[in-house]
């Protein structure tokens, strides 16, 4: 059997292209990184989004502080009773209600705040994450969150750290005891 010429480019260029395709469909989404900051950086006017204080023991309690007037819009992937959203906040207004957020757990021992930066390093605003006692959760630093851009948008997911897991919310009764 004979194969023109044609054929065989046909042929090779449906296979490159089915190859690169299969390639990029596995391939996972581009997250934002974010890097330390210092809250004198913090100026301008900023929507607060307080993530969390779902139920008594909640330990997710991070706060967003995004520029207002940024290129993107942001987003939390998480059902509208898990945040609440405060528009048009000073900076040192933002960020004290911000720290008053996540002082919530009696497990709080710090907070750590992160510049959120797109891919070209420009901002899009400012997390704040509570870190806590190493004895209650083994870790500082339990919560972790991921941003990604779609379009105009930012998404921001929040969980746990794979180590940490969700542990079901148990009656304080039920609780092991700490001795």
């Not at 957020?101 to 704040?128: C, M, N, P, Q």
Request: hydrophobic letters at 40%; charged letters at 25%; a neutral charge.
């Amino acid at each position: 059997m004979r194969v023109s010429f044609r054929g065989e480019l046909f042929l090779a260029v449906y296979g490159v292209t089915l190859l690169t395709s299969l390639l990029f469909s596995c391939a996972g989404p581009r997250y934002l990184k974010t890097e330390e900051a210092t809250p004198d950086e913090i100026k301008g006017t900023y929507d607060l989004i307080l993530y969390g204080h779902r139920y008594s023991d909640d330990f997710k309690n991070v706060a967003f502080l995004i520029k207002e007037g940024g290129k993107y819009v942001f987003e939390l992937y998480a059902p509208a009773f898990y945040y609440t959203v405060k528009k048009g906040l000073t900076a040192k207004k933002a960020l004290e209600e911000a720290d008053k957020w996540v002082r919530f757990h009696y497990a709080y021992l710090g907070s750590h705040l992160s510049k959120i930066l797109d891919f070209d390093g420009t901002l899009i605003g400012y997390e704040l994450r509570p870190l806590y006692s190493g004895l209650d959760f083994g870790f500082q630093d339990v919560i972790e969150v991921h941003y990604v851009i779609k379009g105009d948008k930012v998404i921001a997911s929040v969980g746990l750290k794979p180590e940490i897991g969700e542990t079901p919310i148990e009656p304080l009764i039920l609780r092991p005891r700490v001795k």
